[in-house]
């Protein structure tokens, strides 16, 4: 009996110690997401004030005071985390695995609540498809999602010997900085799962199949995350059951045949000129399109950092950490003497 407990216990840390692992990882692709989510936000424009709670708290270890050298690096860095939280997305045990995908993708599906009142779409509502991929251990190929739906990330055999090197030298910094952070938080990992919540995960649903709606011009997006919330999360896809392949198609007949559909309001959606639509589901929940018409904020002002306390890092390798700093920059400046030679 004291030798199956044991192994029992032993278990029940590991299936811990991987969940906490993907729960960094999806941490990390919510940060990446809200800082892009800021970056796209319109100077123009006034929208409701968005919360931010991955971005600018004390596991978010960018150095926001420096500015991003290219838009390009937000998208690189999101499909990145996106990669790194498919690689922590596999259980063995398939009920730990099921209740490890309702939870995140509750959580994303929350968190996209509070896009609901902005009146416009953009990349950061299409990432849902490569992360909700990943969460769900579906496919390996989030680089092709992620570049068919989000962007089109750049290759790095197009930059020249000295970019190569600096982003060497860069990379390796970055790879000792992360193994020095993971050390120390994975000592004082407190909490099991993170919460994102900036709505309802009704809302986050009606608010992606609007935007996919809108953004794609085929039906194939919509119809994967509408099965993958029927099957991870039924009661929300519950609450919206006229949703199903056999609607998408229709509206979609709708939008492409305008000529031979019923009078509905669906051609401008064609028209990448077009104001946003969003989904009008109708008192019987009924698929159809409609302008967009939610309430608008007076005095919305882009996303500011939640307040969160500094926390202590008591780090005593601080010295060594500096040290290992300097070598590395040293072993890149010795690569680039001996290419030259």
């Not at 985390?81 to 309702?102: Q, R, S, T, W």
């Not at 992606?208 to 009661?235: H, R, T």
């Not at 051609?267 to 967009?292: H, Q, V």
Request: net charge negative.
């Amino acid at each position: 009996m004291i030798f199956g407990s044991n192994k029992r216990k032993k278990e029940q840390d590991v299936i811990q110690a991987m969940l906490q692992a993907e729960d960094d990882a999806f941490h990390r692709t919510l940060v990446s997401l809200e800082r892009l989510e800021a970056h796209l936000l319109p100077n123009d424009r006034v929208y409701p004030q968005l919360k931010q709670t991955a971005a600018g708290t004390p596991r978010d270890h960018h150095d926001n005071s420096s500015p991003v050298a290219h838009e390009s690096m937000y998208y690189l860095e999101l499909s990145l985390d996106c990669k790194g939280l498919y690689m922590c997305a596999h259980y063995d045990n398939p009920e730990v695995f099921k209740i490890a995908v309702e939870a995140f993708m509750k959580d994303l599906l929350e968190w996209y609540g509070g896009r609901s009142l902005l009146d416009f779409y953009d990349a950061v509502d299409t990432a849902i498809i490569p992360i909700m991929a990943a969460v769900s251990y579906k496919t390996n190929q989030i680089d092709d999602l992620f570049d068919k739906y989000v962007y089109d990330t750049p290759i790095l055999t197009n930059d020249t010997t000295e970019e190569k090197y600096r982003a060497v030298n860069e990379g390796m910094l970055a790879w000792i900085e992360g193994q020095h952070i993971y050390e120390h938080e994975s000592k004082e990992a407190t909490e099991l799962v993170t919460s994102h919540y900036r709505g309802t995960a009704l809302d986050g649903y009606k608010r992606i199949i609007a935007a996919l709606s809108y953004v794609c011009d085929n039906s194939a997006p919509l119809k994967m995350f509408v099965k993958m919330v029927n099957e991870y999360l039924p009661s929300v896809a519950a609450q919206l059951p006229s949703i199903n392949e056999e609607s998408i198609d229709q509206m979609y007949d709708r939008r492409n045949n305008p000529q031979t559909a019923p009078a509905v309001e669906t051609a401008s959606i064609i028209d990448s000129t077009a104001e946003p639509f969003d989904i009008d589901f109708g008192p019987d929940n009924n698929l159809s399109i409609s302008k967009y018409e939610n309430a608008k904020s007076d005095s919305g002002v882009k996303p500011e950092p939640c307040k969160h306390e500094d926390v202590k890092t008591g780090m005593s390798k601080d010295e060594k950490y500096a040290r290992i700093q300097k070598l590395a920059k040293e072993i890149i400046e010795l690569v680039q003497s001996l290419d030259k030679d």
